[in-house]
């Protein structure tokens, strides 16, 4: 018994500094992939294709369509533009399904060439990779019944009743923005929505793309008032692609001035962007 | 709930396609996983030198992480050593290593619950070594085996829904999409979703009870 503790932990060892050895390779492999532009301007030509990684689940933005294959949403739209920007045709496109947990690695991997997928800037992140201008601006906001007194965040008192999800920043945030408001968590979007249509609520908060979404599925109700917290979202590429960071900014500064992001923003979100 | 629009034409090809995928990897799974079980619960069984010391920290080593983890690890962490694999094989590559270390403890179980008699009895009657374990205790391990890996291949039939992590299109990952499509599909979907993997899984026992009353 002894000996074979002794011989399981030797030979752990052993293991992973075979494995810590194998990484250290692979690190600097990739390194000077990297350093090369593994995902710069120049790749993306050459391979005469852009790679972009989307959500595949998540509705206005990136959603499957079952009967069709096809992905859809705002988020394709934007990533169509630059795929015309820096290409010359819209189609020139590849979509690989991303999620908030697998974004970051395939992107660093040089799987794609950048991230479209509702990822709000932060400070955190940035420390990862490098973030193109807001291209959506998100926020707190409030969805309630069509008709309903309240317009916006001035109209919650504390005699209101929010509905929200369990645990959330936008709890949190309500709370604070309405001292002694009564707030209900749910433990999902769904239960809280249902409640809403039962009438257990005034309002129901958190981030105004997922309370698009919902209104997208159920006309009676609307996404009233401006948001009232800042969660810019951001095309994200790999650290020091500063050529690739430029393209996009120039597509959405193109768009923006043209009209065509105004077009996208109500094609998806149903109502013109805020000034 | 909606369970009209959520059982739409569409919606219901679009699950089967992603049970087409589940199956194909679980099946694969089952098969290699069963065959590295296999070697590796003989080679400890019959103490072959140094490949039984390999063994034993590979399954210690294994069985001890979530295979959470390993499915990540095959999905980001291979390629950053140069080795590149689709999202099907990084599924299936998992599943064989963390079920083939399962596996090999129910192998090597059920050799050793082969009466030492037996062993006896085949030696002696001129059997070598490895005749002996290929013509008495392997027919009378595997026999049984076959309760303990059935239950085996229906957790790992279970567990291919972990892929929905690295976005394998299998039947969670399917039902991830429509439940995307409206909150009100949540509840029907994931009740169909749950009775087709009861529906697979059961068959799986079933035919398993009718290998064991065959070979009893």
Known sequence: MKKSWKLLSVMMVVALFILAGCGNNGNNAGGSNAAAGEGGLAAIKERGKLQVGVKFDTKLFGLKDPSSGQVEGFDIDISKAIAKHILGDENAIELKEVTSKTRIPMLNNGEIDMVVATMTITEERKKEVDFSDVYFQAGQSLLVKKGSPVKGLADITKDSTVLGSKGSTS?????????????????????????LKTGKGDALTTDDSILYGMAAQDPNYE???????????????????????????DTLAELKSSGEYDKIYEKWIGKAPAK | MDFAGAYSADNLKFLLDGLYVTLIVAFTAIILSFLLGCIIGVVRYAK????SQIS??????????????????????????????????AAIAALTIFEGAMISEIVRGGLTSVDKGQIEAGRSSGLTGVQTLWHIVLPQGLRRMVPPLV????????????????????????????????????????????????????LLSVLSKRLETKNA
């Open chain 1, 223 to 249: 996404v009233v008032g401006e948001p009232f917290t800042d969660e810019p979202y951001g095309i994200a590429v790999q650290k020091g692609n500063s050529e690739v960071v430029k393209a996009i900014n």
């Open chain 2, 48 to 51: 072959v030198p140094v490949l």
């Open chain 2, 151 to 202: 239950s085996q291949f229906i957790s790992l039939l279970k567990d291919t829904s972990l892929a929905v992590i690295i976005s394998l299109a299998e039947l969670m990952h399917n039902a991830g999409i429509i439940i995307g499509h409206g909150y009100n599909y949540t509840i029907p979907t994931l009740l169909l979703v749950a009775l087709i993997y009861f529906t697979v899984n059961y």
């Open chain 1, 171 to 195: 709890v949190k945030n309500i709370k604070e923005k309405v001292p002694g408001v009564t707030v209900l968590e749910f433990d999902n979007y769904q239960d809280a929505f249902t409640a």
């Open chain 2, 56 to 89: 034993f920290v590979f399954v210690e080593l294994i069985r001890n992480l979530p295979l959470l983890l390993i499915i990540f690890f095959m999905r980001f962490a291979l390629p950053e050593v140069g080795i590149k694999l689709g999202l099907m094989t």
